[in-house]
């Protein structure tokens, strides 16, 4: 099966950090734009992040610029979400998705930007918790 699976998440303090990881199974992750995106309860998907083929640009939310950052592990076919200064509002489960296109496609919505990539694969996401 060709697949994406998230790993890290957790319940942590405010303040506090995690480090998510995404990793590929069945195709390679440096061919691929990753994005990051969560999703809380009731509320709808929002994106976190667009890291683009080559891995040397990466679009973030305006949210959390200055507190995550995304890397690549090529490797371990992984890709890292490194999350600092963790907040209340950013608890949700956090999803990696990859796709084929070599760039990110952002744009700027009602509420921030919008990651517009169609993204081919997802993984069933991770719960990360910041305690209020």
């Known amino acids: 099966q060709l697949y994406l699976a998230e790993s890290g998440g957790g319940l942590v303090q405010p303040g506090g950090s995690l480090r998510l990881s995404c990793v590929g199974s069945g195709f390679t992750l440096d061919y691929y734009t990753i994005g990051w995106f969560r999703q809380a309860p009731g509320r709808e998907r929002e994106g976190v992040s667009c890291?683009?083929?080559?891995?040397?640009?990466?679009n973030y939310q305006d949210s959390v610029k200055g507190r995550f950052t995304v890397s690549r592990d090529s490797a371990k076919n992984t890709v890292y979400l490194q999350m600092d200064s963790l907040k209340p509002e950013d608890t949700g489960v956090y999803y990696c998705?990859?796709?084929?296109?070599?760039?990110?496609?952002?744009?700027?919505?009602?509420?921030?930007?919008?990651?517009?990539?169609?993204?081919?694969?997802w993984g069933q996401g991770t719960q990360v918790t910041v305690s209020s």
């Open positions: 890291t683009s083929v080559s891995g040397d640009s990466t």
């Open positions: 998705a990859a796709d084929p296109v070599g760039k990110c496609t952002v744009v700027m919505g009602p509420h921030g930007y919008l990651f517009m990539n169609e993204y081919d694969y």
